[in-house]
């Protein structure tokens, strides 16, 4: 339910959005490298610990499931916005690999990423 709030939220926004899911038959839509590496930030909606290293550098959020649900268009603003906090694991050295500052391009071109796991019913 998140990952579909926070897909309407982006298409509505006019921002790309690729959200990999997490669910009883696995990893679905599952984020590569480039993805990541493309992404403006990424949103964790999940009730569970997820490991976030991959993220490091990265423009990050993460918020319970429901708050994905309710909220999933103030969360992608934020990382629009660069409110969100820079994402650094500790004794990993972040150097070149930190992002800039969200540039004036259009909003069109932006890449969030999104990491919820699915809920079945």
């Given at each position: 339910?998140?990952?579909?709030?926070l897909k309407i939220?982006?298409?509505?926004?006019?921002?790309?959005?690729?959200?990999?899911?997490?669910?009883?038959?696995?990893?679905?839509?599952?984020?590569?490298?480039?993805?990541?590496?493309?992404?403006?930030?990424?949103?964790?909606?999940?009730?569970?610990?997820?490991?976030?290293?991959r993220f490091?550098?990265?423009?990050?959020?993460?918020?319970?499931?429901?708050?994905?649900?309710?909220?999933?268009?103030?969360?992608?603003?934020?990382?629009?916005?660069?409110?969100?906090?820079?994402?650094?694991?500790?004794?990993?050295?972040?150097?070149?690999?930190?992002?800039?500052?969200?540039?004036?391009?259009?909003?069109?071109?932006?890449?969030?990423?999104?990491?919820?796991?699915?809920?079945?019913?």
């Amino acid at each position: 339910m998140a990952a579909e709030a926070l897909k309407i939220a982006a298409e509505q926004l006019g921002v790309d959005i690729k959200v990999e899911t997490h669910g009883q038959v696995g990893i679905e839509n599952a984020l590569t490298d480039q993805d990541i590496m493309e992404a403006d930030g990424v949103i964790v909606a999940a009730d569970k610990d997820v490991n976030t290293d991959r993220f490091h550098g990265k423009p990050l959020i993460e918020v319970p499931v429901a708050k994905g649900i309710r909220t999933p268009a103030e969360l992608i603003q934020s990382i629009i916005n660069g409110d969100a906090p820079v994402h650094q694991v500790k004794g990993r050295a972040s150097g070149t690999e930190k992002p800039s500052a969200p540039s004036s391009s259009s909003q069109k071109s932006r890449q969030i990423n999104g990491y919820t796991p699915s809920i079945s019913t």
